[in-house]
Every structure is written in C-alpha cells, then in structure tokens.
Antibody, heavy 118, light 106 residues
C-alpha cells in the first residue's frame, strides 16, 4: 500500500487549499480513510474520517464547517478541501488508511505541509 | 469528545530499562485504543491495536494492556532505536482523539 499526499503550500489567512492523497497498491474503496494533522513541534490531531463508500463522514470540531473530506474511488484519491484557513491550521497533514487497525491495514502517507500566514 | 490524558509528557531512560507510559480516557472506551511511535520527520508507526495486540513486525519488547479507561504501553528493555515520541489513540467514538504524546530520551 502506498499513500502520497500533495497540495500543501503557503496560503494567507482566510484562503483555501485542497489536499489530495493518491492511493495505490490496494483496493481503495474497501478502506475507510482519515486525515490527521500535526502542527510544528506539536502532537497529533485527528481531523476527519470517511468510510469506503463515502456515505459516512466525521469531522473534528476545530474544522467542522470549514473543511470537507471526499473521495474518488474510481481514481483512488482522497481529498481534503480546506476553506477559511486560520494560522492555527498550519500543520503537516497525513492521509491514513484504516487508522488504528491491525493486520497491516493501518498505513500512513508521508504528509504534506500546509502553512497559513500573512 | 473523549479526552485522552497521557503521562508522562517526557522521560529519560537508559538502554535496557523497562519503560511504562500510561493513557487515561475521560470515559470508558472498552479496548478501542492504539499506540503509535513517531520519530522526527516521519509518519507515526502503529505498535499496538485493540489495547494489547501487537502489530505484525513490531518487536515483542513492546506490549500494551488495559481496558475501559486506563491503559499502559510497556517497553520491556529499551533499545537505542526506541528514542521517539509515543502517542495513544482512542478509536472508540468520534471525534477520535490522541494523547498529548510522551517523548522518550535515551
């Protein structure tokens, strides 16, 4: 399994950004996916979750109403649309397959850095 | 939201030491707890899932225990490559939540 995030970069407060995570090496639609972030020098923060079908979605309170998770199972992509970005959204964003699951199902990407600054 | 309180926040230990990290959940989470190891600049690596099940390929010196609200990660004999930060994760109910992390210095 391989997960490769992209789309990070520098954006001004109030701006928008869309992160992508390209999955390969497994049947993408069979797995639920999660976004986790880590601010510089800080701990891990769970951000959002989506089931394999995309029918069930959950968000952290800190991003609800501003971030939208989605997936394209035909092309093996996971997305995170981020709007109304704040300085405190600055972090490395990780795409994770089946976070916390055993049997080799848990798999993480390398992360993509989002910097929100004026 | 379930708060996860992890302790200590940091510790210093020597090679060969037995190390214990604890995680307390704000409410019962059965055994829906995982432990991760993270090294600088790298993605976290799953060590333990379902509170006590060892992830394939993880050395047997790592073990997890607990159920309900109190959980423990134990490294039976610390090795130089175990220098890292360790996080607990509750995946019992949304929003999922991590502990604050424990940095282990060798």
């Amino acid at each position: 399994a391989q997960l490769v995030e992209s789309g990070g970069g520098l954006v001004k407060p109030g701006g928008s950004l869309r992160l992508s995570c390209e999955a390969s090496g497994f049947k993408f639609s069979d797995y639920h996916m999660t976004w986790v972030r880590q601010a510089p020098g800080k701990g891990l923060e769970w951000v959002s979750y989506i089931t394999g079908t995309g029918r069930t979605i959950h968000y952290a309170d800190s991003v609800r109403g501003r971030f939208t998770i989605s997936r394209d199972n035909a092309n093996n992509f996971l997305y995170l649309q981020m709007t109304s970005l704040r300085v405190e959204d600055t972090a490395v964003y990780f795409c994770v397959r089946e976070m916390g699951s055993g049997g080799g199902r848990d798999s993480w990407g390398q992360g993509t850095l989002v910097s929100v600054s004026s | 939201a379930i708060q996860m309180t992890q302790s200590p926040s940091s510790l210093s230990a020597s090679v060969g030491d037995r190390v214990t990290i604890t995680c307390r959940a704000g409410q019962g989470i059965r055994n829906d707890l995982a432990w991760y190891q993270q090294k600088p600049g790298k993605a976290p690596k799953l060590l333990i899932y379902d509170a006590s099940s060892l992830q394939s390929g993880v050395p047997s010196r790592f073990s997890g225990s607990g159920s309900g609200t109190d959980f423990t990660l134990t490294i039976s004999s610390l090795q130089p490559e175990d220098f890292a930060t360790y996080y607990c994760l509750q995946d019992h109910s949304f929003p999922y939540s991590f502990g604050q992390g424990t940095k282990v210095d060798i």
